[in-house]
Antibody
Framework: QVQLVQSGAEVKKPGASVKVSCKASGYAFSSSYLHWVRQAPGQGLEWMGIINPDGGSTFSTQKFQGRVTLTRDTASRTVFMELSRLTFADTAIYYC???????WGQGTLVTVSS | EIVMTQSPATLSVSPGERAALSCRASENVNNYVSWYQQKPGQAPRLLIYDASTRATGIPARFSGSGSGTEFTLTISSLQSEDLAVYYCQHYNSWPLTFGGGTKVEIK
């Protein structure tokens, strides 16, 4: 069965970077794009960007351009989202989701705290 | 980027009644709209894609309609387990965007 398993919760200081992983299983890794979506506490869903595991091409929203790096490791079937220059406003649950929206990771809580 | 606007923000419906949730796109997104249900502490769950196609395992009381810029998610007979926030999302072009959500309350 399709599964997306994300790395555990993180606590970071303002100005630091965080790298969240999303390990895929149960399907052909290179066959589907993977999205990153975040949700601040009590807020709605915010789409951040997308990566094509086949070749590694990426697209991210203008809001995050220059701060977000999306990568993948085909050997481990894992995609990564690194967000730099963290501020308190980046405190959120970060989700990966497979193209089509039917499969989501469990979410990774990133807390930015001094 | 395309702005997705959902209304109302909150909808109170009695069990067994019909609920209609609206989503408007700032420009034509054809039928490339999905609807998600999110319950507290859970990841979003795909209900509808391509504006009107139910995802696997989704009960028939959930239906989607619309094309272009106006879309509707209808819950034909509200059940207590339908208490959740519902989001629309377009995928007509990058960046994808979500609506702000409609919270469905049980009256």
């Amino acid at each position: 069965q399709v599964q997306l398993v994300q790395s555990g919760a993180e606590v970071k200081k303002p100005g630091a970077s965080v790298k969240v992983s999303c390990k895929a299983s149960g399907y052909a890794f290179s066959s589907s794009y993977l999205h990153w979506v975040r949700q601040a506490p009590g807020q709605g869903l915010e789409w951040m960007g997308i990566i094509n595991p086949d070749g590694g091409s990426t697209f991210s929203t203008q809001k995050f351009q220059g701060r977000v790096t999306l990568t993948r490791d085909t050997a481990s079937r894992t995609v990564f989202m690194e967000l730099s220059r963290l501020t308190f406003a980046d405190t959120a649950i970060y989700y990966c989701a497979r193209e089509g929206g039917e499969y989501w990771g469990q979410g990774t809580l990133v807390t930015v705290s001094s | 980027e395309i702005v997705m606007t959902q209304s109302p923000a909150t909808l109170s419906v009695s069990p067994g009644e019909r609920a209609a949730l609206s989503c408007r796109a700032s420009e034509n997104v054809n039928n490339y709209v999905s609807w998600y249900q999110q319950k507290p502490g859970q990841a979003p769950r795909l209900l509808i894609y391509d504006a009107s196609t139910r995802a696997t395992g989704i009960p028939a009381r959930f239906s989607g309609s619309g094309s272009g810029t106006e879309f509707t998610l209808t819950i034909s007979s509200l059940q207590s387990e339908d208490l959740a926030v519902y989001y629309c999302q377009h995928y007509n072009s990058w960046p994808l965007t979500f609506g702000g959500g409609t919270k469905v309350e049980i009256k």
